[in-house]
């Protein structure tokens, strides 16, 4: 398969996977935040005489009834969610630094947290959590310590799922493509030995993974996360769909390394955002 057939292959899905993605990754957070609210099995851990808060137990599985909109989904979510069994993994290490998370086929995803991105949850659940304004949370619930999740590990969880995904609808062949295998040349003309590597070096290795479809694929799926197709009109009551241009000139500043991209590449993912826009109709309640 040419590199376009992969990227449209794997863009496939359309805008109510994409959006089922997102809103699956925002469930798995609402979960982890239940059950640290529970904080019987799951919990934040500190030592009295240091300052590094970890996650306990680290793994959380992923099946249909621990996710609150699961019946909302599209089909093929659903069916990807039953049948693939996704893990999430809390974890400190990592290979490289500025890792955020990875994913090890076929259903595990790790999110890589720092020693103190649990502080002020830790600092909610045990009652030292102060607020803007000096104002001290009386009572946690479930939307607080899931507002500090989604900002820490929302984007990452669907940049993985969408790799994850990806496995699923291509039957594990995430890396069968002419740019895989120019990947793995790179990767063996490297100096074995990574305190010899160049700047250079680095650099040849880090574009081409950043062009890999799968890579590619995944951070559409991040930058669509961000992005809306509608917003308010003057007077705050109804929304309004978005000038295509206003939403590309978003997009483009969301989609992580976007610049790495050859003009193929750009024209294809905006081909598809083009299609997702067209396809979209705004919603008012009113
Ligand atoms: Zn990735």
Request: proline residues 1%; glycine residues 4%.
């Amino acid at each position: 398969m040419n590199l376009r057939n992969i990227i449209r292959h794997m863009l496939f899905e359309g805008l109510a996977e994409e959006r089922a993605l997102d809103r699956f990754a925002n469930d798995i957070l609402i979960y982890v935040s239940e059950c640290l609210l529970k904080n019987n099995e799951y919990g934040i851990y500190k030592r009295e005489n240091d300052d590094y808060y970890r996650i306990y137990s680290n793994v959380f599985v992923i099946k249909p009834n621990t996710l609150v909109h699961f019946e909302n989904y599209s089909d093929s979510v659903k069916n990807f969610i039953i049948k693939s069994g996704i893990r999430i993994f809390f974890t400190t290490e990592t290979q490289e630094s500025g890792t955020k998370g990875y994913y090890i086929a076929p259903n595990n995803i790790f999110l890589v947290y720092q020693i103190d991105d649990f502080k002020d949850i830790w600092q909610m659940l045990n009652g030292k959590y102060i607020s803007f304004g000096d104002h001290v949370l009386t009572k946690v619930e479930n939307l607080d310590i899931y507002s500090k999740l989604f900002y820490k590990f929302q984007s990452t969880i669907l940049h993985e799922l969408k790799h994850a995904y990806d496995y699923y609808v291509s039957k594990g062949n995430l890396t069968n493509s002419k740019r895989w295998r120019k990947h793995v040349e790179i990767l063996k003309n490297l100096p074995q030995d990574v305190t010899k590597r160049t700047f250079t070096d680095m650099n040849r290795k880090t574009t081409s993974y950043l062009k890999l479809p799968h890579e590619i694929s995944a951070r559409f799926s991040q930058a669509l996360g961000k992005i809306t197709f509608d917003k308010y009109d003057d007077t705050w009551t109804d929304r309004n769909k978005k000038d295509f241009k206003d939403v590309f000139k978003d997009f483009k500043i969301k989609f992580e390394n976007w610049n790495v991209l050859t003009d193929q590449m750009k024209r294809i993912l905006i081909k598809r955002l083009y299609k997702y826009w067209d396809e979209f109709e705004v919603k008012n309640d009113n």
